[in-house]
Nanobody, 126 residues
Framework: QVQLVESGGGSVQAGGSLRLSCAAS????????MGWFRQIPGMEREGVAG????????YYADSVKSRFTISRDNAKNTLYLQMNDLKPEDTAIYYC???????????????????WGQGTQVTVSS
């Protein structure tokens, strides 16, 4: 069972930055692709960014391209999301997720992922 714990959320003003982290329990001897999602209460979970097992392939939602950067440190079993130039519409609960395999053909779809963290709140004020 893979356990994921997010941290780094908080409140910032528009234009500010935050860095989210997701610490994963030690993975079994299988590859896992990972991703970040966000959700506003009452709305569907939205894919933000995804990354392949080795970190060489990344995917982004159009709404965050050029502002967010996903990365991972496999030696530390940690996933990151660097968020710059934050906007009020980025306000949401952010979740990290992991799925089995080198990569996903649908990296921004929640159904592609098997394991989920509990989420961390990000609030951006105007």
């Amino acid at each position: 069972q893979v356990q994921l714990v997010e941290s780094g959320g908080g409140s910032v003003q528009a234009g500010g930055s935050l860095r989210l982290s997701c610490a994963a329990s030690e993975f079994p001897q299988r590859p896992y692709f990972m991703g970040w999602f966000r959700q506003i209460p009452g709305m569907e979970r939205e894919g933000v960014a995804g990354i392949s097992t080795g970190g060489g392939v990344t995917y982004y939602a159009d709404s965050v391209k050029s502002r967010f950067t996903i990365s991972r440190d496999n030696a530390k079993n940690t996933l990151y999301l660097q968020m710059n130039d934050l906007k009020p519409e980025d306000t949401a609960i952010y979740y990290c997720a992991a799925g089995e395999g080198q990569y996903s053909t649908r990296p921004l779809q929640p159904s592609s992922y098997r394991y989920w963290g509990q989420g961390t709140q990000v609030t951006v004020s105007s």
